[in-house]
């Protein structure tokens, strides 16, 4: 039993892997039903300069067809000028879609879902980069200044509710769409998630406590220092969830990969 579960657990890595590498992908997520409301959680603190904010989400396991909670943590940029565009859960045609977040010089749309510390809707702004070198936002953003000197402070006004709501259109979803900007930004040279980001999914999926049916909305590990680091005294608890977890009776999901068919059981 346990060979075939840590089996399962690397075809899982390896396809997350193929993902990850594609610029735009070409795997989506099909749920009939949205995801929990975002969870109230505090930031780390930055763990040193180069690093990049990447925001907790939640994302589908369809092989026990329920959402699980990525906690929030802070990845190294893989590239000088490079930005996270956030994932994002959609409305269309029926069914809630995943969006994958990438890398890239300049932050696309995720869907307007508020998912705070400088992701606020629209753009970044818990830092930008000067030359080589990445400057942090101290408004916004967790940082030892003991640490990391190159730092601003600079008051941002948040223009969209910050209602912990996780996805786009749809019934009680975010009415937001994409911007000439990030049409733009979405056109440009960009990477999918690191191998640290994509590691730290398959963690997440792995561990129970993450299930939304298990911490309903509120999970016990929200955010993390370092991608994987869920043991460690960096980890970041979700005060409170973000909104009543209340599921359908009835779980039923679509994964269209290379036209295949997962429905619940």
Not at 17 to 45: D, H, K, M, N
Not at 139 to 167: G, L, M, P, Q, W
Not at 203 to 212: K, T, W
Request: glycine content about 12%; proline content about 9%; hydrophobic content about 40%.
């Amino acid at each position: 039993m346990r060979m075939i579960t840590s089996l399962r657990a690397l075809l899982f890595l390896l396809v997350v892997l193929a993902v990850s590498t594609a610029a735009q992908s070409q795997v989506r997520i099909s749920v009939a039903f949205g995801p929990p409301a975002l969870p109230v959680y505090e930031q780390p603190v930055c763990p040193g300069d180069g690093y990049i904010w990447t925001p907790g989400y939640w994302a589908w396991d369809p092989d026990i067809n329920d959402y699980y909670w990525v906690p929030g943590t802070w990845v190294l940029a893989p590239e000088v000028g490079f930005l996270w565009t956030p994932p994002w859960w959609g409305w269309s045609d029926g069914a809630f879609l995943f969006h994958e977040g990438w890398w890239g010089p300049h932050v696309g749309f995720y869907g307007g879902v508020v998912y705070g510390f400088g992701y606020f809707g629209f753009g970044f702004v818990g830092g930008r980069w000067d030359g080589d070198h990445f400057f942090y936002n101290r408004s916004v953003t967790n940082i030892n200044v003991v640490d990391i000197h190159n730092v601003y402070n600079e008051t941002v006004v948040n223009r969209f509710t910050d209602n912990h709501i996780s996805y786009n259109g749809g019934p009680g979803g975010i009415d937001a769409r994409p911007r000439p900007e990030e049409e733009m930004a979405e056109r440009e040279r960009h990477i999918g998630p690191v191998a640290a980001q994509t590691q730290h999914v398959v963690a997440a999926r792995g561990n129970p406590e993450l299930r939304a049916s298990a911490n309903h909305g509120r999970p016990p590990i929200a955010a993390t220092a370092r991608p994987g680091e869920f043991r460690s005294g960096s980890v970041v608890p979700a005060r409170e969830a973000g909104g009543a977890y209340n599921p359908p009776p009835s779980r039923v999901a679509i994964l269209p990969v290379a036209k295949a068919t997962w429905l619940a059981r």
